[in-house]
């Protein structure tokens, strides 16, 4: 009997073991429904009251022991029929005294619809617990969505400020300078952005500026400051200022109204007014006009005459931008153009005070009232014009100065800066005084004329310096302003003044002249190609891929005049600028070539062929190539002249090759004969070699027998 028994325990082991946990599980629900509840009496007659009972709740706690023994229930009930299924055997009814073991309690699954639904109380109880704990979630989960948020913000501010970084880290490999500050998330661009044109001496064909019209306003260009100097065609009584080959009336005339009415390009003329008159006051009609006799530089203010003159030449001017013909009635139309501001110059006015008439006057004084009565004479006349000087003779003038000669009601000063260190011209101070004392101002870089007064080829890295740096000033201190800062102008001079040699012709200037211009129209230099406008308007034989090349598609470099990108594309000039590369490459050639045979060789410095005394074998070698880079710069000359014929006039190309070309062939040809005469001797005489008379009077040299005599004059 004993072994029946124990393979009818065998058989049923897991049934033993399900009943065994059963009874732990019930002993665990009893003993957590004691604690959380009074006693009360059960009966045995009312087990489903007993059971309702004890479900009743009375704390938050006791929610979550139930949801707890729910949980178990419905584990042990899977497990059971799991079991029973894989017996494949059917249950009977548990006997009596399992029932008491079990203390009639009825295993459920709530989620099964075959079964009853728990009663009404055990369901409110159940959901009441789903609900809190959903709430409790939820709470948790807004908790974190708070914290991702603020982790979110702080990404962001660490992305942009890795974006920075990485802008700067590409500029840096393309040589472009940086700035703090200047980024695709920083300071919104100026307003305005004009391209100077300086016309004074090298006026470019007017067909060549029509081709850069399109190319200035797709980078960006909102107008043109034209200085017209000597190329205005002035009439009556000031045609003498005009110079022999001055633009033509109607063609300037055709070329302000392609650039307003087909490219929407404003147009503020430039007329010097005080300094820089040497193209009027160099002529003998003008000539009494001058602060001083001796210097055309500035005119005299005192002088009734003198206001007379610039009343006209202004007026001349500004008639051409306003009506088609100068003969014109005040009821002829105007000329369709955008024209809003005149530029006076007024800088750099190196010799005022000093006539007899103005010199009992304070310097400042003269100023001022030269400036508003010129101002006054324009708003008078044309009160829809304001006027704009150049700011340099404003920098060392007091505030009340300015304050008390109410300057700021007739003129906008322009702020110019060249270097790349502008607040070292301008100081915050400064700038402090200007913005009480006039509403608005405008700005002033460069993109050429700025680095040398005789440069073949404009520094392009430091004239993008200066352009970003002016950005990053602008954003500063248009606030002080109560009208902001208008814009800046990017200028480009073509003589230093009137009387001075060329600077960088235009042409070779359009490449420092593209980059600045996208740069500062766009706010900061754009190191994606896809982005820049530079790349959409030069056209390419390929387009730049960093990716597959490994270099940046734009390289500056602080001792390179130019980027490779400029030799291999298309743009207005491009031909010149190319041209102009070569042959600062073969003038570089030639100098260090005479350079090397006059001061650092032996046998043809200029002490050799002042004595006639060296060696033929050693001039023949030092003189070998002299003949061959003649005629390379000859052939350079002509080829400068076909170029530069479709930009110029025969006069400016003659003037270029004359400054450029002609002293280095002049130098090699006096290399050559001094080398030829050095050739011719056969025989020299024996050392030491005199010193002629001449020369020691030059260098204060005297003989022995000249020291001998002055000891016995001078015994002691």
Not at 19 to 45: E, H, M, N
Not at 144 to 159: C, I, K, Q
Not at 304 to 315: I, V
Not at 344 to 371: A, N, P, Y
Request: proline letters at 6%; charged letters at 20%.
């Amino acid at each position: 009997m004993h072994s029946n028994l124990l393979i009818f325990i065998w058989r049923r082991k897991l049934s033993f073991l399900l009943l065994a946990s059963g009874l732990v599980l019930l002993g665990l629900w009893t003993w957590a429904i004691l604690i959380d509840t009074t006693k009360t009496t059960l009966t045995q007659s009312q087990p489903q009251q007993q059971q309702q009972q004890q479900l009743a709740p009375s704390s938050e706690s006791s929610y979550q022991h139930v949801h707890i023994i729910q949980k178990l229930i419905a584990q042990a009930n899977r497990v059971l029929r799991a079991e029973r299924q894989k017996d494949n055997a059917d249950r009977s009814p548990p006997s009596p005294a399992q029932q008491r073991l079990l203390g009639n309690v009825r295993f459920v699954r709530p989620t099964q619809a075959k079964k009853a639904p728990l009663p009404l109380a055990e369901s409110f109880l159940f959901e009441q617990e789903r609900l809190k704990i959903l709430e409790q979630q939820q709470r948790q989960r807004n908790a974190g969505m708070e914290e991702l948020n603020a982790n979110a913000e702080d990404d962001r501010m660490l992305s942009s400020a890795e974006r920075q970084t990485q802008y700067e880290h590409e500029l840096q490999r393309m040589g472009v300078p940086t700035v703090s500050g200047i980024g695709p998330d920083g300071p919104r661009a100026p307003s305005e952005r004009l391209v100077h044109l300086d016309l004074k001496g090298a006026p470019p064909k007017l067909s060549f500026l029509k081709q850069l019209l399109p190319v200035l306003r797709a980078l960006g260009a909102t107008g043109l400051l034209i200085e017209y100097e000597d190329m205005f065609p002035y009439s009556g009584a000031l045609q003498p200022l005009a110079a022999h080959n001055a633009y033509k009336e109607s063609e300037l005339k055709d070329f302000l109204e392609t650039a307003w009415v087909e490219h929407g390009l404003s147009i503020m003329p430039l007329v010097q007014t005080f300094g820089h008159l040497e193209y009027t006051l160099k002529l003998q009609e003008f000539e009494h006009l001058r602060e001083l006799p001796e210097s055309p530089q500035s005119i005299c203010p005192s002088r009734p005459q003198s206001m007379a003159l610039l009343e006209q030449m202004l007026t001349q001017v500004i008639e051409l931008h306003m009506r088609p013909s100068a003969n014109a009635t005040p009821a002829t139309p105007e000329l369709p153009i955008k024209f809003t501001h005149l530029h006076i110059g007024c800088d750099e006015v190196q010799r005022m005070g000093e006539c007899s008439l103005c010199r009992q006057r304070l310097r400042s004084e003269i100023f001022l009232t030269h400036v508003i009565s010129l101002a006054h004479f324009v708003r008078r006349r044309w009160p829809q014009l304001n006027v704009v000087i150049w700011d340099d003779q404003l920098r060392e003038m007091t505030l009340s100065e300015l304050q008390n000669s109410q300057i700021g009601s007739y003129v906008e000063p322009m702020v110019w800066v060249y270097a790349n260190d502008i607040y070292h011209f301008i100081q915050p101070q400064l700038w402090d005084t200007y913005a009480k004392v006039f509403p608005s101002a405008w700005t002033a870089s460069a993109f050429k004329g700025a680095f040398g007064e005789s440069l073949l080829v404009p520094p392009l890295q430091q004239h993008l310096e200066n352009n970003i740096r002016w950005l990053a000033v602008i954003a500063k201190e248009g606030g002080r302003f109560a009208k902001g800062l208008r814009g800046l102008a990017l200028t480009g001079w073509q003589r230093y003044d009137h009387f001075a040699v060329l600077c960088e012709l235009l042409p070779v200037g359009m490449p420092s002249l593209m980059t600045s211009l996208s740069t500062v129209s766009k706010g900061y230099f754009s190191t994606n190609p896809r982005d820049n406008e530079l790349l959409r308007v030069l056209r390419c034989v390929f387009q730049p891929d960093s990716r597959r090349s490994g270099h940046p598609w734009l390289e500056l470099h602080p001792n390179a005049h130019h980027s490779q990108l400029f030799a291999v594309c298309s743009y207005p000039g491009h031909l010149v600028y190319k041209y102009a590369m070569r042959l600062y490459d073969k003038l570089s050639e030639v100098n260090v070539y005479l350079q090397q045979a006059r001061e650092h060789s032996a046998w043809l410095s200029d002490y050799n062929v002042r004595h006639n005394f060296s060696s033929p074998l050693r001039v023949h070698e030092l003189t070998v190539r002299t003949p061959q880079l003649i005629e390379e710069l000859r052939g350079m000359a002509r080829e400068s002249q076909q170029l530069l014929w479709e930009v110029y006039d025969e006069h400016t190309v003659a003037e270029f090759v004359e400054q450029h070309i002609y002293p280095s062939i002049s130098a090699l040809h006096r290399q050559l004969a001094s080398g030829q005469l050095l050739l011719q001797r056969r025989t020299w005489p024996q050392r030491p070699l005199p010193i002629s008379l001449e020369l020691r009077q030059d260098m204060g040299l005297i003989t022995l027998e000249q020291q001998q005599q002055q000891q016995q004059q001078h015994p002691h």
